[in-house]
């Protein structure tokens, strides 16, 4: 049976234990968390009481913290602790910093000493660092340890680790010394020494790390995990690739927010209320509401002669609209290409010259087109088709030019290079192409 037929069993109002245990065994646990999406408090707290109790804190793990906050406020102390106990400490830590204080008070005092130990210390650590997405469950084997001692001792902590296909070497001290994957281990000999085997060229990351670095190592290096050291470089926890992958999710939304000309939010869409939704566009849409004025200013030095040629003006929409696409263009391509590491601060002299050149291609094919366009619908006025001709080619290159240098620059000043993707580089372009119109019809018309 698939998730619809059971949602429809449940909806139907038939909680009926015996049918439901049996079929929810069978499934996925992701894709019995995602049936709680679907139901109201009273079916959630219900489905959640009936779960498998060996599947029931995985599920929860999935679970939105909506829906785990309203199963944890009806559970007693005693369930709140079997299920906070056999969570992952990376999970559990995530699970209380969605939760409201008077909730957190309440799950750690159910919690085993040690674990609550280990949640308070990563809590601790800076939200975009290394050391708040690590968890310390993780299989350590030491230096001296055989190849059938360390089978042993994953046999015996195993069940409890988050990860087993890599092992991490430390010395009696906890200093990291090198990794060992499941593969290597199942291919050597039971007699052979951990320290002889092991690889010691290990990537890792500091507990203080910008989590967005390390996302970029587990790319660059193909990573199932990554430890995770202090300052001694003492193994402390470990990262692994679903953290990452949500780290990935988290970053890449954040960067098109910005894009947007939002606040980033960290709720979902549908569960952000319509104010906190305004509260995140009013900030942008006044700015660039009120860096219009520059347009306008420049408009408005120039209205007594567009009086005597007001057909200009029925032009402008269209170089303003062409900048602001060329330079998105190139701002979007030069942001992507820093974010994967394509592109480096070094860089910008080539990327500038690049940009150029796309934009004297872009341009003098848009110039063209436009040129035919205007002389069959202006009766053939050679002065006015070259006048807008040669703006929208100039544009197109300033527009490209500015669009490459902006992110770089940016980024030079520790700046997140989404902020000026969409606003400052709008409000730029658009001043410079309305001066880049005005100048040329000047000169070629005598405006």
């Known amino acids: 049976m698939n998730k619809e037929e059971i949602l429809t069993l449940i909806k139907d109002g038939i909680m009926d234990i015996t049918r439901l245990k049996p079929l929810l065994s069978d499934m996925n646990t992701v894709d019995i968390a995602e049936i709680f999406d679907e139901l109201e408090k009273e079916k959630i707290i219900q489905l959640f009481r009936i779960l498998p109790k060996a599947m029931a804190s995985d599920i929860f793990a999935y679970m939105d913290s909506v829906h785990q906050e309203a199963i944890v406020t009806v559970l007693t102390d005693a369930e709140i602790g079997e299920i906070m106990n056999k969570l992952f400490v990376d999970d559990a830590v995530d699970f209380i910093e969605e939760m409201p204080a008077t ?5 750690l005092e159910n919690v085993h000493h040690e674990k609550r130990k280990l949640i308070n210390q990563i809590l601790q650590y800076p939200d975009d660092s290394a050391g708040s997405i690590m968890t310390t469950e993780y299989a350590d084997l030491r230096e001296d340890f055989t190849v059938r001692e360390a089978f042993d001792s994953i046999r015996s902590t195993g069940l ?3 990860t087993i296909y890599n092992c991490y070497v430390i010395r009696r001290d906890r200093l990291l010394t090198g990794v060992i994957s499941a593969k290597t281990l199942m ?3 039971p007699q052979e020494n951990i320290g002889d085997i092991m690889d010691t060229n290990v990537v890792f990351a500091y507990t203080t790390e910008d989590r ?5 190592q587990f790319k660059k290096y193909s990573l199932l995990a990554m430890p995770v050291v202090d300052k001694e470089r003492r193994l402390v926890g ?7 992958v949500d780290v990935i999710v988290e970053e890449n939304t954040e960067d098109i927010h910005k894009m947007a000309a939002l606040v980033p939010s960290e709720d979902p869409y549908l569960k952000t209320s319509i104010f906190q939704h305004a509260k995140n566009r009013f900030l942008w849409m006044l700015i660039l509401m009120l860096s219009a004025t520059i347009t306008g200013t420049i408009i408005s030095g120039f209205e007594e002669k567009l009086m005597v040629l007001p057909i200009l003006m029925s032009f402008i929409p269209m170089l303003m609209n062409t900048g602001g696409i ?3 263009q190139s701002s979007t391509l030069i942001i992507r290409g820093m974010a994967v590491g394509e592109i480096g601060l070094r860089d910008i002299f080539i990327v500038v010259w690049k940009e150029i050149r796309v934009g004297l291609l872009c341009g003098l094919g848009l110039g063209i087109v436009n040129f035919i366009r205007v002389m069959i619908m202006n009766n053939k006025n050679v002065t006015l088709c070259l006048t807008i001709t040669v703006s929208l080619f100039c544009t197109v290159i300033m527009a ?5 240098i902006l992110p770089i620059f940016a980024k030079r000043l520790k700046i997140d290079p989404a902020i000026v ?3 400052l580089l709008t409000t730029i372009v658009d001043a410079l192409s309305l001066v880049i119109y005005f100048s040329f019809a000047k000169v070629i018309l005598g405006f």
Do not use: Q
């Not at 909730?103 to 799950?107: E, F, N, Q, S, T």
């Not at 490209?400 to 490459?404: A, D, L, N, P």
């Open 212 to 216: 967005e670095t390390i996302a970029d």
């Open 238 to 244: 470990i990262i692994t690739v679903d953290d990452i």
């Open 187 to 189: 291919l050597s000999r």
């Open 326 to 328: 060329a330079g998105s």
């Open 421 to 423: 993707s969409a606003p």
């Open 103 to 107: 909730v957190v008070k309440r799950i």
């Open 160 to 162: 409890n680790k988050e």
């Open 400 to 404: 490209k030019t500015i669009g490459s």
